[in-house]
């Protein structure tokens, strides 16, 4: 047995509530993009918990931990957190069970889509009414550039090794500079920063479960509304993405949103989908590069093709589009399908 595995037991026999046996048996459960791994084990009583295994040499949980306890107290649906042990990073959770989101809406009617994502944007709605917001990180223009960068980086450069001339550097830069001015133009709040159909859980009660909210900041308010309704891993329908979008706008808490003209509000939404998907794309390259995790590159199509399609839809991104769809896309797809037979993680 791997001794993290053992450390792991060893701390599970001290800390996993009304358990009997020595040894408590670990079911491996669909994990993230990160370095930590998750496990479903049982007690005596046949209860059910998560348990973190986040080697703190790799990932800081103080996040988690004091965002859980903030969130929750505000009615967030969180998972609770019954053990913590932040010296060897392990964590001990609720179980929210198995359904994700995106089983609940992926190939669904729009009719169900709709009730689905409405119920997903009302639990946005109470992220982004917390009190004490401004004491999380500052979605800031160093961030926003930073992740910018991983999409010329690890896409653009360290995957497909294409030189970009002056010119086309000039070009991304210029439409970097506009993606993070509408960003920071934007109303401020709490932001999940990684809010969609991955990261939701479907529960009994018929309420949200959220997780995966460790890398939550202050930032621009349309940041988790796109990431929800612009999703990397399912596309919807446009017309139900602009239906759900100006719901949102018409019945948001926050006053500076209602108040915000229409087609203003939904280009700061375009533009900030932009900047997600970029650093998406980039993630994904680099996850399959660094991290062995290839099956995220079945994924940069579809990630790539909503940044397409937004350029094309905004005079001052014109050149970008002009550039990503005569330099890097066909790159890009030839990359991806050269890589398919890679084993995934």
Same mark, same amino acid.
């Given at each position: 047995?791997?001794?993290?595995?053992?450390?792991?037991?060893?701390?599970?026999?001290?800390?996993?509530?009304?358990?009997?046996?020595?040894?408590?048996?670990?079911?491996?459960?669909?994990?993230?993009?990160?370095?930590?791994?998750?496990?479903?084990?049982?007690?005596?009583?046949?209860?059910?918990?998560?348990?973190?295994?986040?080697?703190?040499?790799?990932?800081?949980?103080?996040?988690?931990?004091?965002?859980?306890?903030?969130?929750? *107290? #505000? &009615?967030? =649906? $969180?998972? %609770?957190? @019954?053990?913590?042990? !932040? *010296? #060897? &990073?392990? =964590? $001990?959770? %609720?179980? @929210?069970?198995?359904? !994700?989101?995106?089983?609940?809406?992926?190939?669904?009617?729009?009719?169900?889509?709709?009730?689905?994502?409405?119920?997903?944007?009302?639990?946005?709605?109470?992220?982004?009414?917390?009190?004490?917001?401004?004491?999380?990180?500052?979605?800031?223009?160093?961030?926003?550039?930073?992740?910018?960068?991983?999409?010329?980086?690890?896409?653009?450069?360290?995957?497909?090794?294409?030189?970009?001339?002056?010119?086309?550097?000039?070009?991304?830069?210029?439409?970097?500079?506009?993606?993070?001015?509408?960003?920071?133009?934007?109303?401020?709040?709490?932001?999940?920063?990684?809010?969609?159909?991955?990261?939701?859980?479907?529960?009994?009660?018929?309420?949200?479960?959220?997780?995966?909210?460790?890398?939550?900041?202050?930032?621009?308010?349309?940041?988790?509304?796109?990431?929800?309704?612009?999703?990397?891993?399912?596309?919807?329908?446009?017309?139900?993405?602009?239906?759900?979008?100006?719901?949102?706008?018409?019945?948001?808490?926050?006053?500076?949103?209602?108040?915000?003209?229409?087609?203003?509000?939904?280009?700061?939404?375009?533009?900030?989908?932009?900047?997600?998907?970029?650093?998406?794309?980039?993630?994904?390259?680099?996850?399959?590069?660094?991290?062995?995790?290839?099956?995220?590159?079945?994924?940069?199509?579809?990630?790539?093709?909503?940044?397409?399609?937004?350029?094309?839809?905004?005079?001052?991104?014109?050149?970008?589009?002009?550039?990503?769809?005569?330099?890097?896309?066909?790159?890009?797809?030839?990359?991806?399908?050269?890589?398919?037979?890679?084993?995934?993680?």
């Amino acid at each position: 047995m791997p001794e993290r595995i053992e450390q792991l037991h060893d701390w599970l026999r001290a800390n996993l509530p009304n358990h009997t046996t020595p040894t408590p048996p670990l079911e491996s459960v669909a994990g993230d993009a990160s370095f930590r791994r998750y496990f479903r084990v049982k007690n005596s009583n046949n209860q059910s918990f998560i348990v973190m295994d986040a080697p703190p040499e790799k990932e800081d949980c103080h996040p988690f931990v004091e965002i859980t306890k903030a969130w929750r *107290e #505000q &009615g967030v =649906l $969180l998972p %609770e957190l @019954f053990a913590i042990d !932040l *010296e #060897q &990073g392990f =964590l $001990l959770l %609720e179980d @929210f069970g198995d359904t !994700l989101l995106f089983q609940m809406v992926d190939k669904k009617p729009l009719e169900e889509q709709h009730s689905v994502y409405t119920s997903a944007i009302h639990s946005l709605k109470g992220i982004q009414d917390l009190r004490g917001a401004k004491h999380l990180p500052t979605y800031d223009r160093a961030l926003l550039k930073r992740e910018l960068a991983l999409f010329t980086d690890w896409l653009i450069g360290t995957a497909l090794h294409i030189s970009l001339t002056e010119s086309e550097q000039a070009t991304i830069e210029q439409s970097f500079e506009a993606l993070i001015e509408s960003a920071l133009s934007q109303t401020q709040c709490a932001v999940h920063r990684d809010y969609h159909s991955r990261n939701l859980m479907s529960l009994p009660s018929g309420k949200v479960g959220i997780i995966d909210f460790q890398d939550a900041v202050f930032g621009p308010v349309t940041y988790d509304l796109v990431s929800l309704l612009r999703d990397c891993y399912i596309e919807l329908n446009p017309t139900l993405v602009k239906e759900l979008a100006l719901n949102y706008k018409q019945t948001s808490t926050i006053e500076a949103v209602r108040e915000e003209n229409e087609a203003s509000f939904l280009k700061q939404f375009d533009l900030m989908g932009i900047q997600r998907h970029m650093k998406a794309a980039g993630i994904f390259a680099r996850l399959a590069l660094r991290d062995g995790k290839f099956g995220y590159l079945n994924d940069i199509p579809r990630t790539f093709n909503y940044i397409l399609t937004q350029t094309a839809r905004h005079n001052e991104l014109h050149n970008l589009h002009a550039l990503l769809k005569h330099r890097i896309e066909q790159p890009m797809l030839d990359f991806v399908a050269s890589h398919t037979l890679e084993p995934t993680q």
